[in-house]
C-alpha cells in the first residue's frame, strides 16, 4: 500500500512538473480538448498568399463568426460550444492573426480584409450563412452583410466597431491621441489589458496565461501595423447600415471600455430590421466573459429570423 501511494504520488509531482516546464505543450492539450469539447476540428486551406487556419464543427445552416483586433478563433470556443447541436458553425483566424499566415508587407485594411475573407468563403462553397463578429470582427461582418447581402441570412453586431459612438470611451481617446493600451507591453501587463476587456476576467490556467503572453508579444509589432490600416475605417459601416437588409442582433456588455456601450443607438437607428440584447455587468467581450449566457441570446435571436 505504501509503495502505491508512493508511486502515485510521483506520478502527481510529474504532472505538476510537466504542467508548469512544458507550458506550451499543456496549453495545446488544454485547447484541443476545448474545442473537441465544442465539437470544433481544426483545419486549413491556402486563398491567395494567406494559409487560413479555421475550425470547423456541427451540421445545419452555416454560422460563420469573426474575431476581434488581436485575437483569434478559439476565442469562441465556449459560445460556439453552445451552437454546433443545431448549426455549422465556422470560426477563421482572420488573416494575419492566430495561426493563419502574417505577412508585414502585405495590407490588412478593411477592403483587403474584406476580400480575403470572401475568397474564404468561397473557396469553403458557403453560399449562405449567419454571420456574427465582436469589436472588428463585428464592422467586418457589417461591411461583408453591405457587400455581399445574397449570402448573408443574419447580422450579429457583439459590441462592434464601425459606427462613431455618442460617448467615446477613455481607451478611444488615448487610441485617438496615437498610444495602443489594447497592446500587451511586457509580461506584467496581462492585469491591465484583461481589466479593460472584461468586468470579471476569466481565470487563465498558467499555460494559456503563458502562451498568451508570449503570442501577444511576438505579435506586438504586427498589431501596431494593423491597428494603423483599420483606424480610418473604424466608422465606415455607419452610414451603410441602411444597406442592410438581414435580420441584424446588437449585443453588448453595459461595461465596455473600449466601445462605449451609446453605439448601440448608433446601429439602431441605422439597421432597418434589429433586435437589442444590453448585458449587464458585462465588458468588451461578452463571449468569452460569459459564453453560455451570451450563447444564448444569440440562439434565441437567430430563430426569429426566419431562415
Request: charged share 20%; with cysteine.
Amino acid at each position: 500500500m505504501k509503495k502505491i501511494l508512493i508511486v502515485l504520488l510521483l506520478l502527481i509531482i510529474a504532472a505538476v512538473a510537466a504542467y508548469y516546464a512544458f507550458p506550451e505543450r499543456m496549453a495545446g492539450y488544454m485547447i484541443e480538448e476545448a474545442r473537441s469539447s465544442a465539437g470544433l476540428v481544426k483545419k486549413q486551406i491556402t486563398v491567395g498568399d494567406h494559409n487560413i487556419a479555421y475550425l470547423e464543427g456541427g451540421q445545419g445552416q452555416t454560422v460563420f463568426l469573426l474575431h476581434g483586433y488581436a485575437a483569434e478563433k478559439d476565442n469562441w470556443l465556449g459560445f460556439a460550444a453552445h451552437l454546433t447541436a443545431d448549426y455549422h458553425v465556422v470560426i477563421p483566424d482572420i488573416p494575419g492573426y492566430g495561426e493563419s499566415t502574417q505577412l508585414m508587407e502585405a495590407t490588412y485594411d478593411l477592403d483587403a480584409q474584406i476580400l480575403r475573407l470572401n475568397k474564404f468563403v468561397e473557396s469553403l462553397n458557403l453560399e449562405k450563412f449567419h454571420i456574427a463578429g465582436s469589436s472588428m470582427g463585428g464592422l467586418f461582418s457589417g461591411i461583408y452583410a453591405v457587400r455581399y447581402p445574397d449570402k448573408v441570412l443574419s447580422v450579429g453586431f457583439f459590441n462592434a466597431a464601425g459606427v462613431k459612438p455618442p460617448h467615446k470611451s477613455e481607451i478611444m481617446k488615448k487610441i485617438d491621441k496615437g498610444e495602443n493600451p489594447l497592446v500587451l507591453q511586457d509580461r506584467k501587463d496581462m492585469g491591465r489589458v484583461l481589466n479593460i476587456l472584461f468586468v470579471g476576467p476569466p481565470r487563465l490556467p498558467y499555460p494559456l496565461r503563458k502562451v498568451f503572453m508570449k503570442s501577444a508579444l511576438k505579435n506586438r509589432v504586427f498589431y501596431e501595423k494593423a491597428l494603423e490600416e483599420i483606424i480610418p475605417y473604424l466608422f465606415a459601416l455607419e452610414k451603410q447600415l441602411p444597406a442592410i437588409s438581414a435580420p441584424a442582433l446588437i449585443l453588448w456588455g453595459d461595461q465596455d471600455k473600449i466601445i462605449d456601450v451609446s453605439s448601440v443607438i448608433v446601429f439602431e437607428k441605422g439597421l432597418r430590421n434589429s433586435q437589442t440584447v444590453i448585458m449587464k455587468n458585462c465588458g468588451h467581450a461578452p463571449m468569452i466573459e460569459r459564453p453560455q449566457e451570451t450563447a444564448q441570446h444569440y440562439l434565441n435571436f437567430l430563430k426569429t429570423t426566419g431562415n
